[in-house]
Structure formats: C-alpha cells, structure tokens
C-alpha cells in the first residue's frame, strides 16, 4: 500500500500563474477530500468526491480554484490565476466506506511570490 | 456541526503516559469521537475513534465520559515520536460522506 500520493511535494510560482496540483488516492477508495492548511485558518475541507463525482465543493475560496477527478486514481486541484494569498499546504485525502479512517497525502507546499 | 474544545498545548516527559482532553458538550447521539495527529511535515493520520464505550488501538487509547460531554485520549508511554497536533474531531454516524472538520487541535511536546 503505497498510501495516498500528492505531487509536486514543493512548487514555488509567481503570481498570475497557473498551478496545478495532483493526487492519487489508495487504490479502491471511493471517497477523495481536497483540504487546505494555513497558520491563520488551520485544515479546510476545499472540495470532496464520491466515486469520481464532486458532492460538496462549499469549501472551494473561489472561481480561481477548481478540482477534477477525471478517474478513480487521480485528481487535479488547479488554481488560475494564482495570488499570494493561496501560498498553503494542500493535502489530499482519500478513504474506502462510511466510516473507515481518512487516509492523507503528504501534502503540496505551495509558495505563490 | 458540534464543535470541540482541546487545549492548545500539552507538554510531556518521554515514557511517561499522556492523557490528551477533549470537551464536546454539545455532542449529539449519532456523533462519533475521531482523533488524528499530525506529524511534523506530513498529512494528519487516523489514531482512534469510538462512540459510547472506551476504545484501545495499538497507537492509544479512547476514555469516553458516561455522559459523552467529553474524552480523554491516553498515549501511554509517550516517545519523542509522539509530539505532534492532535486534534478531537465530532462526525455525525448519519453523515455518508463523512467529511471531517479539523480545530486548533493540541501541540505536544515530549521532552526527552
């Protein structure tokens, strides 16, 4: 079990960029969260899918960020353009049945100058 | 959603046992206790979860008050390891997506 599997583990980018980031989830899990963590605001649920369908996407600051799950192994979070204030550590998570644990990435340290 | 209220902070001498409070008065029958932690530098993982009696997993164990207004996680003998965030966190047993809401949490620290 390789466990859930982020990428790029660091991205540093300028303003006005476009970022993407990636995750595969634990192979057979049907749930994939999408969380945010600052110092000022902690862990935020961003978005959440359920057998590759967005259920809540609530979370999600603003039209600048979007999420896909094109397949039941992998998903994007994009951010277009980027700004300063998106600088966090995105995490992905992903779990099997009601009730099982949340198993999570080792994140995606974003730094927007 | 229930909230959760955890110290900011706990400090601890290695091997010796941690008892980590979590107060949630307004706790609701269908509502779960979940703990995780997070590590320095990674994605926070699962530790223990129960609902009414106490539970025990090799990494801890779950005390839950009669009345549910409260928990207790026990590490019990803590190693540098265990310095960590851990947060307390309430999930409602009828919520099928099972979307987890983190807190602050509460900082341990083990010294050695």
């Known amino acids: 079990d390789a466990g859930v599997i982020q990428s790029p583990r660091h991205e540093v980018t300028e303003m006005g960029q476009e970022v993407t980031l990636r995750c595969k989830p634990i192979s057979g899990h049907d749930y994939l969260f999408w969380y945010r963590q600052t110092m000022m605001r902690g862990l935020e649920l961003l978005i959440y899918?359920?057998?590759?369908?967005?259920?809540?996407d609530s979370g999600m600051p603003e039209d600048r960020f979007s999420a896909k799950m094109p397949n039941a192994s992998f998903s994007t979070l994009k951010i277009q353009p980027s700004e300063p204030r998106d600088s966090a550590v995105y995490f992905c998570a992903s779990r099997r049945i009601d009730g099982s644990p949340l198993h999570f990435g080792n994140g995606t340290r974003l730094t927007v100058t | 959603d229930a909230k959760t209220t955890q110290p900011n902070s706990m400090e601890s001498n290695e091997e010796e046992p941690v008892h980590l409070p979590c107060n949630h008065s307004t706790i609701s029958g269908t509502d779960y206790i979940h703990w995780y932690r997070q590590l320095p530098s990674q994605g926070p993982e699962y530790v223990i979860h129960g609902l009414t009696s106490n539970v025990n997993n090799r990494m801890a164990s779950l005390a839950i008050a009669e009345d549910r207004k409260s928990s207790t996680l026990i590490l019990h003998r803590a190693t540098l390891r265990d310095a960590a965030v851990y947060y307390c966190?309430?999930?409602?047993?009828?919520?099928?997506?099972?979307?987890?809401?983190f807190g602050a949490g509460t900082q341990v620290v083990v010294t050695p």
């Open positions: 966190i309430l999930r409602d047993v009828g919520d099928s997506w099972g979307k987890l809401q």
């Open positions: 899918f359920n057998n590759n369908v967005p259920i809540d």
